[in-house]
Structure formats: C-alpha cells, structure tokens
C-alpha cells in the first residue's frame, strides 16, 4: 500500500509533558519518516529523555498527540509498546550481569512470545517451535553485531562498549520498526565512538530500520543522521539536516550560551 508507506512511521504533534511547575516539554511537534536516522539534541534538561519516556509511555502528556503508523500511541499501555514495534535502550546498561550474552539477547524476543504459560508448562510443540525461531534470531542478531565469539561468556566478563552492543542486540530481538537509542556513545572511547557509527548504519540498512537517536556526540550525530530535531529548555528550536540544524543559530546560542 503505497499510501501507508509515504505516511512518516512517528508523527509527534504538539507533545507537552508538565512536572509541577516544570514544562520538561512544550508542544512538541516533528515526523519520522520510515528507514531514516533521526538525532535528537539539545542540552541537558532540554528535555530529551522526557520525549522518549512518551514515546514508550512511560510518561504521561497533558497535552498533544503521538501516532506511531498512524495510531495514537494513547491507546496502547507501556508494557504493549514493544509488541507494537517501538523498541529502546536504556541510557544506562540494563542487562542481567551473570547471564551469558546468548541469554540476555534471547530474553529480547519475549514480547512477541504467542504461546501462553499452559503452553510452555505441557511444552506443546508450537513452544518447542517458537525457541527454536527465537535461538535462530538471536543466532542472526549474535552474527550482526559481532558478539559470536562472546555468545556464552557472562556480561559481566565484557567490556562497557561490548556490553551496548549485547543491549542493542536485545532490543532487537522484538523485531522493532522504530528504535529508540538514549545515548548510545556515552561512555565509550573515540574508536568504539566510530565502530558505533558504522554499525547504525549497518543495521539501519540491514534490518530496513527506523531510529531515533538521542546523542551528545554532536560528531556522531552530525554524521550518521538524516534528520536532525533540536530541544531546548522543553521548546523545538531546530528540525532539518545536520548541516542545517548544526548552523542555525538558536542551536549554536544553546550550545555555545552565545550570539551567533
Ligand atoms: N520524573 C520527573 N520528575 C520531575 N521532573 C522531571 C522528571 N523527568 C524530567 N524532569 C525535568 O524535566 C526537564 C527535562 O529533563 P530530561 O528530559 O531528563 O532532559 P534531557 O534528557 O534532555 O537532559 C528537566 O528540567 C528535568 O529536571
Ligand atoms: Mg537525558
């Protein structure tokens, strides 16, 4: 259907978010459109973190609407976001630490999980069948981001930079159309910085996925992204390239805290 695919994949339209009296966001508004890299900027307490809590609603909005393949994400409870194809990673590692690579990233294919807790107990051959998709997929997303090698060691034996990329295979193990990546080059050293880089691209191309990438790595954004939304203080102050967005002066004001 031609029609559903020109449609952006993420619609955000005029998103507030209020914490006492504090407006964390102030009518929002941008699109994503389908196999692009979208980097979201701004400084801290720009409000960042808070748009991403909607998108996976965790948080509430007061006002405005988000519509995900044009459905109100409204409808849908945090804990169905997965299943609708939005997945994420968080800003700090959240994975089980004495559980081995291959383990962490299988539990990232739970959400799509058809069979029921029946189902699993009398081990029905559609369950025997579904782990076996499941280690298949694991399997493909172990081989995609290079953690063969690594697959049965614990996480706790790995690296900061490897551990992202055992994060970032789990996340998509949920099949995601849309992810969401907070910060993924915090705390990693200049050549993961780029390793970080040409995998996004890699994975963006190879899984034809959609992502949203909040980033302070402004040379990692500025190259990897098609699409550039800028925050400051709640407000959008910026939407365009790299190149556009990294001009405009209310960006350089926000950054630099001077006249352009
Ligand atoms: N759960 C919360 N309760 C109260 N205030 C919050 C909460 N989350 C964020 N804020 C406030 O909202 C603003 C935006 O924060 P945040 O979205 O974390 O910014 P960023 O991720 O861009 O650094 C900040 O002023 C922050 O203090
Ligand atoms: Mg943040």
Redesign the pocket.
């Known amino acids: 259907m031609p029609d559903a695919d020109a449609r952006p994949l993420l619609e955000v339209k005029g998103v507030t978010?209020r914490?006492?009296g504090?407006t964390?966001?102030d009518g929002i508004t941008f699109s994503i459109s389908r196999g692009a890299i979208t980097g979201l900027i701004?400084?801290?307490?720009?409000?960042?973190?808070?748009?991403?809590?909607c998108l996976s609603r965790l948080?509430q909005f007061s006002d405005g609407e988000i519509l995900f393949e044009g459905q109100p994400l409204r409808a849908h409870p945090a804990h169905a976001i997965a299943a609708l194809g939005i997945g994420r990673t968080f800003q700090n590692l959240a994975l089980f630490r004495t559980m081995s690579v291959r383990d962490n990233v299988m539990l990232g294919g739970h959400c799509r999980s058809g069979t029921g807790f029946l189902g699993n107990a009398l081990r029905l051959p559609s369950v025997r069948r579904e782990e076996r998709m499941l280690g298949e997929q694991a399997a493909r997303m172990i081989d995609l981001l290079d953690l063969g090698e690594v697959a049965h060691r614990p996480v706790s034996d790995l690296s900061f930079g490897t551990a992202k990329r055992v994060e970032f295979a789990r996340a998509l193990m949920s099949r995601p159309k849309l992810l969401l990546l907070?910060e993924p080059a915090g705390g990693l050293n200049h050549e993961e910085v780029d390793g970080l880089r040409l995998l996004l691209r890699r994975i963006q191309s190879e899984l034809s996925l959609t992502i949203l990438l909040?980033e302070h790595h402004m040379n990692l954004v500025m190259r990897v992204s098609d699409q550039v939304v800028a925050?400051d203080f709640?407000r959008k102050i910026a939407d365009g390239t790299p190149a556009q967005v990294q001009a405009h002066p209310d960006v350089v004001r926000a950054y630099l805290g001077v006249e352009a």
């Open positions: 978010v914490f006492g504090i964390a966001l701004g400084p801290n307490g720009a409000g960042k973190t808070t748009l991403f809590n948080y907070d909040v925050l709640g």
